[in-house]
């Protein structure tokens, strides 16, 4: 059973926990001063009920009457006088009471033994003024303690959100480096003056980025010195395959010695290419008519239907070796009937055969890919990764995507679609600047 993932951002992770922090502090502090807010008006209430007692005393011992004056309120040996107060009467101390009830207004009693052995004591209800200011304490207590919780907020917003934009700008940022962008650095993208995780991360990616180079750069070398070095005996050995007697055998020998050959030029073409020094050798053609005979020459069972024509500045050269490489794909992989369609400066070629796998619509072409994943099941995969490396230095576009599942209104089939730019790029690899006047 899957547990279900509940995902929210940093932003909101941290506006939540400071507001649920600054919730409990509220609350803690609100119920210590309504506590100590309480006590004291109590404490005070006792010490003016005990002052009023003690004088109300004085008068009724002075004036030696057998009851005391009616102006305070005093009784003499009050028969409703509490229990608690009563016992320590007995100890001849005077003493207070108060007597707590749901309404908020206590009673508040005060009691004195005489000499004679009668208790003088006085009870009055706590003043409503009291209360009131309780209430208006307790309503100030509330206000600020919700202040506090959305003041947290905020500042809860304010702090995610400048740590949610760092991670998502080196979240981006990796992303591009993922996607075969090795310039990007995510230390960079980050920026900002406070240093946080955030930077380490970038760190990180950074030098994993670094190594990933190294690596790769490494591993380049190493695949082009090997195809420099096998040029050399695969060439003798298809000079010297010529110069067996007919036969079978011999045959068999030139036929896999000039596929060997094949394999070494297109790994040092691959090795080229990732090198990324290669410059386009730009011409202005149109596009239709250039496919057109180039297509006729590889194959004239081809169809070849020109829907748009326009003029394109590119190079001949790669242009005929990505068509080559996408036919040769088509007819390898794929089924006739082979369809080639130029739309303005999109080339489309489709066949009819079982599709591209998965693997290569997800992850795009890849070097050495063998086995089930591969549309035939062998196959050194080099083709569609020559024309991709050539398309980078077209500054084009090359796309793979499956026609549709046969039987369902289409008859399935792999589809490559070439998109050229609008703009080439330049002999040095980059892109021309355009006038104001050009780009209105």
Request: charged share 25%.
């Amino acid at each position: 059973m899957r547990r279900l993932a509940l995902r929210t951002g940093v932003r909101w992770k941290i506006s939540i926990a400071i507001a649920a922090v600054g919730a409990l502090i509220a609350l803690a502090l609100s119920l210590v001063v309504h506590n100590a807010a309480r006590v004291s008006m109590l404490e005070n209430a006792r010490e003016v009920q005990l002052e009023r007692l003690l004088f109300a005393q004085r008068l009724y011992e002075a004036t030696n009457t057998k009851k005391p004056s009616p102006k305070f309120g005093a009784k003499i040996n009050d028969p409703s006088l509490p229990a608690s107060l009563r016992s320590r009467i007995q100890d001849n101390r005077r003493a207070t009471h108060v007597d707590e009830y749901d309404d908020g207004v206590p009673d508040v009693w005060a009691a004195v033994p005489l000499a004679n052995g009668d208790v003088l004591s006085l009870h009055t209800r706590f003043a409503d003024r009291s209360a009131t200011v309780m209430g208006d304490l307790d309503r100030a207590l509330i206000i600020g303690s919700v202040s506090v919780v959305f003041g947290g907020c905020a500042l809860g917003v304010l702090i995610g959100g400048q740590l949610s934009r760092r991670l998502r700008k080196a979240a981006a940022a990796a992303g591009k480096v993922a996607q075969g962008n090795t310039e990007v650095r995510v230390r960079e993208a980050v920026g900002g003056v406070v240093r946080d995780e955030t930077d380490e991360l970038a760190r990180a990616v950074d030098a994993l980025t670094d190594a990933l180079n190294e690596r790769i750069e490494a591993e380049r070398r190493v695949t082009a010195d090997i195809a420099h070095e096998l040029r050399t005996p695969v060439t003798g050995l298809l000079t010297a395959a010529e110069l067996l007697p007919p036969g079978r055998p011999t045959e068999l020998v030139r036929d896999r010695a000039q596929a060997m050959r094949t394999l070494v030029e297109d790994v040092l073409e691959v090795a080229t290419l990732d090198g990324a020094s290669e410059r386009a050798e730009l011409q202005e053609l149109q596009l239709g008519e250039f496919v057109s005979r180039r297509v006729r020459l590889l194959d004239p069972e081809i169809t070849v239907r020109v829907v748009h024509e326009s003029w394109v500045s590119t190079d001949p050269r790669r242009l005929e070796r990505i068509l080559g490489n996408l036919l040769g794909n088509a007819a390898k992989h794929g089924a006739a009937p082979v369809e080639v369609t130029v739309e303005g400066r999109v080339v489309r070629v489709r066949d009819h055969g079982p599709g591209f796998p998965e693997t290569l619509l997800r992850e795009g072409p890849s070097r050495f890919r063998t086995g089930s994943s591969d549309r035939s099941g062998r196959g050194h995969g080099l083709g569609l990764t020559i024309a991709a490396g050539q398309a980078r230095v077209l500054g084009a576009r090359l796309t793979f995507r499956n026609a549709g599942p046969a039987g369902r209104g289409d008859t399935g089939g792999a589809v490559a679609v070439l998109w050229l730019p609008e703009h080439a790029p330049t002999n040095t690899g980059s892109f021309p600047v355009l006038r104001q006047a050009e780009s209105g």
